[in-house]
């Protein structure tokens, strides 16, 4: 059996981490890539000394070259600036844009039969720019956003009820950001709804929490953002991908008609498999939740606007 291998680019918190869970969760051989030199090497070197802690036989290499990047089944884009306190995703639109399109059309040179997956924010614009840049179709290019939302949507639920966070069901579709929508009505602990559990006061605030999550920790780490739990997220939708697990998970797709959207990427329930994205999970949303991801699209919408302007697309 042919073993895997994965790229990752950009070696700082979130592509340092996204690299040793890579590895942790056996998704075969890992290069850690990036402009700045010596950065790559240096932690790659040094993931690779717990590989007989973990028990791990994979390669893990930190390099400055493309070329050794060469064959990937799957890059992960992580390249560009991060947020910082009073920052929006937004302000980092304008640089990490052009970051996205350089590192894309690098990669891909190298390993034109990969499946990308996005986490530079803006996430919902920076997969529509990686996806103009690379030609790619639409099923092997897909954006993180969703399984980090929902991951922390998840763990607030899980702490105010008093259970595990393995128990609670829930997602997050729309966009990263403000505008988010962790439907509430489809969130449940093992079947029993939360609406049960807990008041609307209760939720509404636990979503509130949600929209604001990146936020909060940027709050509490003053010079940088969230990268444990953003890798993490990753490393499950690579995973699925490579090991054709099927998984359910809420990723920002390529829209053409579903939830009456079409021409934008989005968060909503995907099936990733060995064909990346093989099938969007859809389903009727009330009249309240299609305003809000109405609000979701518009603000997309923007964030497309301006990678076209600025890339003069």
Known sequence: ???????????????????????????????????????????????????????????????????????????????????????????????????????????????????????????????????????????????????LDSARYRSFLADAIGVSPKDVNAIVMGIHGDYMLPLARLANVAGVPVTELLSKDEIDAIIKRTQGGGAEIIGHLKTGSAYYTPAAAAVEMAKSIMFDEKRVLPCACYLEGEFDISGYFLGVPAVLGANGVEKILKFNLTKEEKELLKQSVEKVKEQVASVNKVLGW
């Open 1 to 147: 059996m042919k073993k895997g291998k994965v790229t990752v680019i950009g070696a700082g918190h979130v592509g340092a981490t996204t690299a040793h869970w890579a590895a942790i969760e056996g998704l075969g051989d890992i290069v850690l890539m990036d402009v700045l030199e010596g950065i790559p090497q240096g932690k790659a070197l040094d993931q690779s000394q717990f590989r007989s802690i973990h028990g791990i036989s994979c390669d893990i290499t930190g390099t400055n070259d493309y070329r050794d990047t060469r064959d990937s089944d799957v890059i992960i884009i992580t390249a560009g600036i991060a947020r910082k306190p009073g920052m929006s995703r937004d302000d980092l639109l304008a640089t990490n844009v052009k970051i996205v399109k350089d590192v894309t059309e690098k990669a891909l040179e190298q390993s034109p039969d990969a499946y990308v997956v996005v986490v530079t924010n803006p996430i919902d614009a920076m997969v529509y720019t990686s996806f103009k840049a690379s030609n790619l179709p639409k099923n092997r290019i897909v954006g993180m956003a969703g399984v």
